[in-house]
Structures are given as C-alpha cells and as structure tokens.
C-alpha cells in the first residue's frame, strides 16, 4: 500500500497503544480477569507500515519477569489497541490524540474530573468499574 499523501509525507510521529498484562506465576489455572495496562508511546516512522512495526517490536520489549506488590509473574505484550498519526508537528499544546463520541447532557460530567481525581495529581491507581 503506498502512503502518499501530504499529511503522511509531512508528519512522522505516532502514538501506540499497546496492551500488556501481567500474569502472576502462581497463576496455574485459566483466570476470567486480568491486570492489564494500555501504555500509549510514542512512535517515530516515514510511514503507518513502518510505526505498526516499530510499536508491535517496542511492545515484545517489554515482556520480562516483574515483581508487583511483592507477587512474581511476567509482563506479556498481548497486541496493539490502536495506532494513530499525530496530524500537528510537536510542540507544546500539541494535540495528539481525539475521540469524537455522542453523549447525553447528563453524562458530560462523568468525563470531567477534578483537579484532585486527575491521574498527575493522584498516581494510585482507580478502580475502574465500567
């Protein structure tokens, strides 16, 4: 597939969304849930094809033995979410990523947080219910 538009021709940067999980090694019985995270990177490529490579390649990389809240078990890289080019050069204020989604009035501010619930400003993790 060739990539030759403007935009892909001027813009270089993507952000990957890998999935990884963790698997606890005294994990000896298939689980219905898992602890997972989505990490975004951030992805430097001349083209999708070459960021889908380098963001699948970054992702094996994070497998490893890790240790969490004093429980062994390894990190696997279960595949990408997403990937998406950046359409602005990089600079401060930069959009990177949108979500364009339709929503009641009432439930606008469900997606607004405080200041306080914001993830800078409270690094323990939530417990996400939805």
Known sequence: MSYSSELYASRKWYISHEILSFESSKQNEAVDCLTIWENL??????????????????????EESVEIDGTDGYCRFLGLKNLFLIYDQLQDGT?????????SVSQIG?????KER???????????LE
């Open 95 to 103: 959009e990177l990523e949108w979500y364009q989604r339709e929503v």
């Open 41 to 62: 990177i951030l992805i430097k490529a001349n083209d999708p094809e070459e960021a889908y490579q380098k963001a699948v390649e970054h992702g094996r990389l994070q």
């Open 118 to 128: 914001l993830h800078a400003f409270n690094l323990e993790p939530e417990c996400d």
């Open 110 to 114: 469900n997606l607004i947080k405080s």
